[in-house]
């Protein structure tokens, strides 16, 4: 239910001491014309944070808009959606409403907050700004002490989440190290201005403002661990320990900054053992257990790995350095399968199995794509190198992936071989390999993507002709 909240007249001093604190944490986070999204639920953390945000886009000049994710979980979640609509029309703010399905499973909070997040990173904007305030960072450092979280947990949330620091000389090094700049890119940066003010500051303003805001009735309900803290423990604490908020968030900081060490001993540990997003068996071989583990938690994060348990993560890195060469080493991981092939770690996202009797008619297409296989092949003409157009002809031209016992000339000096024996020769990953896009002309093969073209189908000099180039999104990472 929306509530008035009208208090004593002005409060000027309240209004501007947030002000002031806001205006100090954009400095040197939103620049001049910065697309900026305020995550909108409607209670009073957003509300104040738009109206102060509001109050700051003119003057220096960023681009306000808001976004409300409706979970789809409160019986009020519509009127709340309504809400925030009015209320970002009277202040002429653009609102994306999105609404999401949240599975139910252990833990519905992180299934929401999941949830949430993937709506931010579909944002077209540079910053996506939350209201979280000094009150929830203290009791997120105490969720994360009672699940038994490491480092990184315990740091609880940062001011400001973007590729920079440790993960942007991370980026810099992989110019020369073929690291994958892309897996360490957070777009958009996730802001967090209020981070250092106590809610009963926050609820100040937005009385001495005569805001109005929503009541989410889940907020009361001591079923969930954070309201079980927020109202039984630590008013509690507060009486003995008033100071507690500023304490726990200076030792949240202490653990960032720790974390941020760790990532550092993670790029200077990883930097050689590198290569196309993987990392070798031998960089993590050759660390103590406690760096092995650091390392592929990092290299994990990097490929937005959940990160598993410490007993987990243990296990996956014994798995890893024990396993023989020639093993088909696989560590389920949720959503990614980290794999072991040709003495490098590969962190492999799940995908469903193709059909084998799968195929698409080429009809002449430049770009045909291929969502089953999660790639595009693409045609480009030519002349003299290549597939000749000529002995291609009228015949039915084909894509589909291999079903077994295909054989493939790429060498016209060589003899016909098994397109399995080939597919091994290039150090191609087994989980790739049937999801490869095979060219087939009539029944024969003619183009295996990391092989070639078949002898009898090769362009002659001077001769019309087409190649094909397969690009997969990455399965790895």
Not at 237 to 266: N, Q, V
Request: glycine letters at 8%; proline letters at 4%; one cysteine or more.
């Amino acid at each position: 239910m929306a509530s008035s909240r009208s208090s004593r007249p002005s409060k000027q001093r309240v209004s501007t001491a947030l002000v002031s604190t806001v205006t100090a944490k954009l400095a040197g986070a939103v620049r001049r014309g910065d697309r900026v999204a305020v995550a909108l639920s409607g209670g009073v953390d957003s509300v104040v944070l738009l109206d102060v945000l509001g109050r700051l886009a003119r003057r220096q000049r960023f681009r306000l808009s808001a976004i409300h994710v409706n979970h789809q979980i409160s019986p009020n979640a519509k009127r709340w959606a309504a809400f925030c609509r009015r209320l970002c029309r009277a202040r002429g703010v653009a609102l994306t409403i999105v609404e999401v399905a949240v599975p139910r499973g252990n833990s519905l909070e992180a299934a929401a907050r999941a949830a949430r997040y993937a709506a931010f990173r579909a944002l077209p904007v540079e910053k996506v700004v939350l209201a979280h305030n000094q009150d929830d960072q203290a009791e997120t450092l105490l969720l994360q002490l009672l699940r038994g979280a490491g480092v990184k947990g315990l740091a609880a949330m940062p001011l400001l989440r973007k590729a920079e620091g440790t993960r942007q000389k991370a980026e810099r090094k992989a110019s020369n190290s073929s690291l994958h700049p892309s897996s360490f890119i957070l777009h958009p940066s996730i802001l967090r201005p209020l981070l250092d003010v106590p809610r009963a500051e926050i609820l100040e303003y937005a009385r001495a403002r005569r805001l109005r805001w929503i009541e989410d009735e889940s907020n009361q309900s001591t079923y969930f661990v954070r309201n079980f803290l927020r109202h039984q423990i630590l008013p509690r604490m507060g009486k003995r320990f008033p100071a507690y908020r500023e304490t726990l968030g200076r030792s949240a900081r202490h653990l960032a900054e720790a974390a941020a060490l760790l990532d550092e001993l993670a790029v200077a540990d990883g930097e050689q053992g590198m290569r196309n997003g993987t990392l070798e068996v031998a960089a993590l071989a050759q660390l103590s257990e406690a760096r092995a583990r650091n390392l592929l938690r990092w290299f994990l994060a990097g490929h937005g790995v959940t990160m598993p348990g410490a007993e987990r993560l243990a296990e996956a890195v014994r798995q890893v350095i024990a396993a023989r060469t020639d093993a088909r080493l696989c560590v389920d991981l949720g959503e990614v399968e980290l794999r072991r092939f040709a003495g490098a770690v590969h962190a492999v996202r799940k995908a469903a199995a193709v059909p084998r009797a799968f195929a698409r008619a080429w009809r002449g297409e430049r770009r045909l794509a291929l969502p089953e296989l999660n790639g595009v092949l693409s045609m480009t003409r030519s002349s003299g190198e290549g597939i000749s157009l000529a002995r291609l002809g009228s015949k039915a031209v084909t894509v589909r992936i291999r079903r077994g016992g295909e054989r493939l000339r790429p060498h016209c000096g060589r003899p016909r071989r098994s397109l399995k024996n080939l597919l091994q020769e290039s150090r191609i990953p087994p989980w790739e390999r049937d999801r490869l896009p095979l060219l087939f002309c009539r029944g024969d093969l003619v183009w295996a993507p990391g092989i070639g073209v078949a002898c009898e189908y090769q362009a002659e000099k001077g001769e019309p002709s087409i190649v094909l180039a397969w690009s997969a999104a990455a399965l790895s990472g």
